[in-house]
């Protein structure tokens, strides 16, 4: 997995140790996710680069970012999420299987 690659290379720029870092604490805290979050950390640092060659300062970059993650966890809880009753066994049967399906569909599809 992503992670397995990443941690046999050797970097010296800061950005590509903090990739590294970030992938190793997805694989920690989750156990999975790992190259998702590399691709979206390098897209966010792409997004980044026009700002700073334009001299905006790194600290205003981050909080529009931190603005932006306030704004989308909003929309997630008010308008996207679907309330799950995790005392329902059927319920909770239902989100395993949808989960674990798209888990083993990647390797048969």
Known sequence: DGNAILREIQVQHPAAKS???ISRTQDE???DGTTSVIILAGELLKNA????????HPTLIIA???QALEDAVEI?????ATPVDTNSRDEMIKI???SLATKFMKGWG
Do not use: K, Q, T
């Not at 997630?76 to 996207?80: E, T, W």
């Open 19 to 21: 990739m590294i870092e």
């Open 76 to 80: 997630l809880r008010n308008d996207i």
């Open 96 to 98: 395993i299987r949808s």
């Open 64 to 66: 529009a970012y931190r």
């Open 29 to 31: 805290e989750v156990g």
């Open 49 to 56: 680069e026009p700002f700073l060659v334009e001299s905006m």
